[in-house]
């Protein structure tokens, strides 16, 4: 008798996966994939009953099927709940993600539970001409798809003509995205309102201060914060270039952000799912507003879990597809503090050269905790980066994962890394004496 768990991946990619073959529980599973991230990332527009259908195919070559998991957004995070259901699988509802998925609806549960903890927003249609007077509140403020990921075409606001210069490309690319996502609404017969507003995008005032984001996990009736992680941005204050951990938040300022995000997970509904929620804490005000609400683990934070707490959270998620609830993380890393860095470009052009293996395995070898992962190749255009990768002002080259005793420490090794791992762009502009400028990213 096969005693084995077959355990079916969206977003199968080598990065995550050797991260969850670490775990014990592990030993007892039998992976597959449903859709490998290529597959779910390769087209502009996404097909939803398209991905099903393969998903469908490899459950049946795998034989059979005793959970679901996913560490992606959109698509994959909307796959998990439609083949749990089919399947008869413990996970989350379609309806409850979709609140978490579609900002505007999020935004309208948000509001009846911690209605001082979020912006004051307002859905508007990009196409609409007199969409900018419409918005309701003076700039500045962010504009955002009522469905997005990576900040992807989300734009801070300061004028009408930049908005109008914005609301062009939003035109252009925001089908690709929007679409594909509100047609769920009508495959599934969801709820009318308000997932299916015709407004595509949403404007919202702006929330500043230290921004972190808390992981957690609800079962059928317990809701658990189990950590906080500092996110923080670059000097232009949109992108974000590190994820720190642990947070160096106050506790009283973590127990409050615990508190808003038990209120609004149960408002939401979501249950059997493992959630990270963003915030922003004004130092100054002492006010905490709620950004996003993400119905999965962050794969951002594994790597840096598992330096701090020995293993990554990717625990959590396959524990509570496995209808069991998930362990305590002790901290029983080597580290003290982690975080995952996130190399950059803010210029887009063409990779000419990125960091040579030996120059990579020189730096594992002085580093034998770092996790380096890559986005680029030689030859990329980083526009092809889009629409997945990055946001609307960088590009996302690399991801490096570093763990330390002290923060200083972790600093230094981070300088140390980027030194030895040049990667070189040229601008897809030319200079005027006609040769190429480069950009050496470190």
């Known amino acids: 008798m096969d005693n084995n768990k077959y355990v079916c991946v969206i977003g199968w990619d080598d990065f995550n996966l050797n991260m969850i073959r670490q775990l014990d529980e592990a030993r007892e599973c039998i992976f597959f994939p449903g859709i490998t991230f290529g597959e779910m990332r390769k087209k502009d527009h996404v097909d939803i009953p398209g991905l099903l259908k393969i998903t469908e195919d ?33 996970g989350p509802s379609l309806k409850s993600v ?8 999020g935004r309208m549960e948000q509001k009846k539970v911690i209605p001082d903890n979020i912006p004051r927003f307002q859905a508007f249609d990009p196409f609409d001409p007199e969409a900018y007077e419409k918005i309701g509140f003076k700039p500045p403020f962010w504009v955002k798809p009522v469905k997005s990921y990576h900040s992807y075409l989300a734009y801070r606001i300061t004028d ?34 308000p997932g299916r507003i015709k407004e595509q995008m949403f404007a919202e005032t702006c929330i500043r201060g230290h921004q972190c ?25 949109s992108s974000l270039i590190r994820y720190e951990y642990p947070s160096r938040l106050p506790e009283t300022v973590k127990q409050s952000i615990r508190d808003l995000s038990r209120k609004v997970i149960g408002q939401i509904g979501l249950k059997h799912s493992a959630f990270n929620i963003e915030y922003f804490y004004n130092t100054k005000t002492g006010h905490i507003r709620l950004l996003e609400v993400n119905p999965r683990i ?56 990125i960091a040579s293996e030996e120059s990579i395995m020189a730096l594992r070898e002085k580093y034998p905790d770092m996790r380096l992962k890559i986005n680029v190749q030689k030859g990329m255009n980083l526009d092809d980066l889009l629409p997945h990768q990055v946001d609307s002002y960088s590009y996302e080259l690399a991801n490096i994962f570093l763990g330390a005793m002290s923060r200083d420490e972790l600093m230094e090794k981070y300088r140390d890394v980027t030194e030895n791992l040049s990667i070189e762009i040229s601008d897809s502009g030319t200079a005027k004496d006609n040769h190429s400028v480069y950009q050496k990213i470190k």
Not at 165 to 170: L, S, V, W
Not at 312 to 321: D, F, G, K, T
């Open 98 to 105: 979709m609140k978490c998925e579609h900002k505007y609806w």
């Open 298 to 353: 962050s794969q951002s934070h594994a790597a840096i879990f598992e330096k701090v707490h020995g293993v990554s959270h990717h625990e959590v998620m396959l524990n509570l597809a496995l209808n069991r609830r998930p362990r305590p993380l002790n901290y029983q890393g080597e580290f003290n503090v982690a975080a995952n860095f996130l190399l950059r470009s803010f210029r887009p052009g063409v990779v000419q050269q």
């Open 160 to 193: 009408k003509e930049q908005f109008m210069i914005c609301m062009k490309e939003a035109r252009e690319k925001i089908g690709a995205i929007v679409e594909p996502f509100t047609q769920i609404f009508e495959q599934f017969n969801l709820s009318p309102e």
């Open 213 to 237: 984001t808390a992981e957690g996990y609800v079962t059928d009736r317990e809701i658990n914060v189990y950590a906080i992680v500092d996110s923080v941005r670059a000097a232009n204050a």
């Open 58 to 90: 490899r459950i049946r070559e795998a034989g059979r099927i005793d959970a679901v998991v996913s560490f992606f957004d959109f698509p994959a995070s909307l796959l998990v709940p439609l083949i749990a259901q089919r399947h008869k699988l413990t």
